[in-house]
């Protein structure tokens, strides 16, 4: 038996998105068939594969753009010419002051992350140790093990406010946010991964205001936000400044083989990206960027994302909460107003048994969801409320989405009967 | 000015990897035209292009192919299909035990050694400090910074064979190879980069019986070697057994923008990759595991590494090593053995100046070489000969290899002759 080193007894560990991308490859690996309701795969829409197999031809047609994706090492931050049309389009549409030098790909939005949190946070030269911030759980489960350290996170617990018609929705507890000497860097998701839940405007303006009061940055997770993929069913207003630092994925356009993360920051964030990138890496992959490269200098990314994913996710979201609804009628339930993302956040109040409990009696079943208790990373106090939610991604087809939410109704309402 | 965490600091110091990617970046965007003699680009050869192009174009043709190179998330330890084939053609070929559960891949061969050095060694949970030993330098660059610790890598002189015709070779110092408990791992690179050197079938015997007997693995970084790309000059025979970890690249077959490497290993460090994988980047790319996987499962690539591959870099190493000879006449150098790998390693006995300050002066004249200095991680005795030596890559275009090869000749006789 083997002995790792510290670093490799803590990256090694079972962790949540260990058991999340083991249950998708199992899944997606056709072995047997299981209502997949669990990872974060995007949909497959024909629309956008078609366009990107056209788009990807169109590369493989000229020898320079060949190369540029395929045959030669791209530049320590990422390949240049996607970095300047892509600061363009912001420049253009936002009106962000910003160049390729405030652009840096990364493997993965993940990656990205990894670099990001370890850059600003844990020890520090001299002796101190800061923490990331995460400052509305719950939040998106890969945060939780990024750092070299134990203890790199820490996190507030959000406000609820109850409507109706059994949704619900996370806020800011601003009263309760404070950043201390101690915090690197604040981090939200948005749309968030889990809840689906969109910060308000107001909410982030919030965030940056307190953030840049003690000098330091306000990550931005944008993975399914604008301009692309655009997976934002509500009215809000993408924010840059010098002092955010967005973080934005290829994946939930569709293209998750990619493994490309964008991260638009102040040029000395991005140069430091670079030099990670290098040593950890050497570079990193060209193909999305050379794949996306004429969509985003044309501009016609905005409206792909605007007109096919945008309406796509909004259908498929309202189908799903109509099951929800349908499915779980005359049981205790919320669910959280879906407002982006591809997940809706179910909330079982009471329920007798624990969401990890749930989730094991659902995968018996050939029903993979996510228990919600992997979704609070840095918040240490005690919460009944993070054992009462499970995630349920409703991208995958449609009559899997249905069946699934349907045997969710029957296990929940047989855990409720046994109180 | 942001202050940067202990590991920010570490990770963002000006290495030697960075600068070569700089330039590299640089010179490939086409600013303005210099001799890139410096990083490992491989070369283009067009019938590969049009190779790799059709079978790209077959996976775009079908809608399976394309969801699995780009649509979907593969297994942590990387793209299931791929993995079997791979171990099935070395299974066949070779003999070797192993299966899909003995492959990972990782986001290029520099993700997999950043985690390979950094399971294998750094602190200890007991308090105890390990480090990879290299045991012949010069050895790889990319090696220097990996570790999360600075101090993690330790290092053995070569012994040094000359022969009549001005070339050299390095050996393994069999008399002081002593492996004692600080190490965690020993790693060679196999044709070295950035010698040429390829240690002979004894040397690695020897070394795979230093490690057994420690019980620490060794590390084979086979990036040029069989059976792809297979830029082997020697006839050496290829091993692996559940103590060797081997990791190899898609890179050198010509398609560094993929950034995909590939780890032959024990299950045990198969699985730990495979968590790391999930925990730092979620999941490896697929574009490199679906383009190629015909080719494996099929053989083919066996045949394209040895009668297209091979022949080629013989025919431009030996192009190369006449116009070194050539240009050089007259001056005290030496050359080393050119065995494999992309690299002409040279050595300038007593040369005035260091290697350093012949690369800035190279650099003024668009001639990009690299420093040997950079070569030899882990050394810490004085030795003279570490700034006696560039790496000379020799896979770009002929006309830029040959003037560069003709200014390094001058800038090295006028230095020579300012003694």
């Given at each position: 038996?083997?002995?790792?080193?510290?670093?490799?007894?803590?990256?090694?560990?079972?962790?949540?998105?260990?058991?999340l991308?083991?249950d998708l490859?199992d899944a997606l690996?056709g072995?047997h068939p299981v209502c997949m309701l669990g990872g974060g795969n995007p949909a497959h829409?024909?629309?956008?594969?078609?366009?990107?197999?056209?788009?990807?031809?169109?590369?493989?047609?000229?020898?320079?753009?060949?190369?540029?994706?395929?045959?030669?090492?791209?530049?320590?931050?990422?390949?240049?010419?996607?970095?300047?049309?892509?600061?363009?389009?912001?420049?253009?549409?936002?009106?962000?002051?910003?160049?390729?030098?405030?652009?840096?790909?990364?493997?993965?939005?993940?990656?990205?992350?990894?670099?990001?949190?370890?850059?600003?946070?844990?020890?520090?030269?001299?002796?101190?140790?800061?923490?990331?911030?995460?400052?509305?759980?719950?939040?998106?489960?890969?945060?939780?093990?990024?750092?070299?350290?134990?203890?790199?996170?820490?996190?507030?617990?959000?406000?609820?406010?109850?409507?109706?018609?059994?949704?619900?929705?996370?806020?800011?507890?601003?009263?309760?946010?404070?950043?201390?000497?101690?915090?690197?860097?604040?981090?939200?998701?948005?749309?968030?991964?889990p809840?689906g839940?969109?910060?308000?405007?107001?909410?982030?303006?919030?965030?940056?205001?307190?953030?840049?009061?003690?000098?330091?940055?306000?990550?931005?997770?944008?993975?399914?936000?604008?301009?692309?993929?655009?997976?934002?069913?509500?009215?809000?207003?993408?924010?840059?400044?010098?002092?955010?630092?967005?973080?934005?994925?290829?994946?939930?356009?569709?293209?998750?083989?990619?493994?490309?993360?964008?991260?638009?920051?102040?040029?000395?964030?991005?140069?430091?990206?670079?030099?990670?990138?290098?040593?950890?890496?050497?570079?990193?992959?060209?193909?999305?960027?050379?794949?996306?490269?004429?969509?985003?200098?044309?501009?016609?990314?905005?409206?792909?994302?605007?007109?096919?994913?945008?309406?796509?996710y909004?259908?498929r979201v309202n189908a799903a909460l109509e099951w929800v609804h349908e499915s779980l009628s005359?049981t205790?339930y919320?669910v959280h107003?879906p407002?982006?993302a591809l997940f809706l956040w179910l909330w079982f109040?009471?329920?007798?048994?624990?969401s990890?409990e749930l989730y094991h009696r659902l995968k018996a079943r050939d029903v993979l969801v996510l228990s919600g208790?992997?979704?609070?990373?840095?918040?240490?106090?005690?919460?009944?409320?993070?054992?009462?939610c499970i995630r349920v991604t409703y991208s995958q087809d449609s009559e899997s989405v249905r069946k699934g939410i349907a045997i969710i109704a029957e296990e929940v309402k047989r855990a409720?009967?046994?109180?």
């Open positions: 038996m083997a002995k790792w080193s510290k670093f490799g007894e803590r990256f090694t560990r079972p962790t949540g998105a260990r058991q991308m083991d490859g690996s072995d829409i024909p629309e956008l594969e078609e366009l990107f197999s056209n788009e990807l031809r169109r590369v493989l047609d000229s020898e320079s753009d060949y190369r540029r994706m395929l045959a030669n090492y791209p530049s320590p931050a990422g390949e240049e010419r996607f970095r300047t049309s892509l600061a363009e389009l912001f420049a253009r549409e936002y009106g962000w002051q910003v160049t390729a030098k405030n652009i840096a790909l990364t493997s993965g939005s993940q990656a990205g992350f990894f670099q990001l949190f370890n850059l600003l946070a844990g020890p520090q030269a001299d002796g101190s140790f800061k923490r990331i911030l995460l400052p509305v759980t719950p939040e998106y489960i890969g945060y939780q093990d990024v750092g070299i350290r134990a203890g790199m996170l820490t996190a507030l617990k959000p406000t609820i406010e109850e409507f109706d018609d059994r949704t619900f929705k996370y806020g800011l507890d601003v009263d309760n946010l404070t950043v201390g000497d101690d915090i690197g860097a604040l981090c939200v998701s948005r749309p968030t991964n809840t839940n969109v910060l308000s405007d107001a909410e982030i303006d919030s965030l940056i205001a307190v953030a840049s009061a003690q000098g330091v940055p306000l990550i931005i997770d944008n993975a399914y936000g604008m301009p692309f993929p655009n997976i934002v069913f509500t009215e809000v207003k993408p924010v840059w400044n010098d002092n955010v630092i967005m973080c934005m994925s290829m994946s939930k356009l569709g293209l998750p083989g990619l493994r490309t993360g964008v991260v638009v920051a102040s040029e000395e964030i991005i140069d430091a990206l670079a030099s990670m990138n290098s040593v950890l890496s050497l570079a990193v992959p060209s193909v999305g960027a050379v794949l996306l490269h004429e969509l985003v200098e044309s501009g016609r990314i905005l409206e792909i994302s605007k007109n096919i994913i945008q309406p796509y909004q259908q005359g205790d919320r107003r407002e982006g109040p009471e329920i007798p048994i624990s990890n208790h992997h979704f609070f990373p840095g918040l240490d106090e005690e919460w009944q409320h993070r054992d009462e409720f009967s046994e109180a």
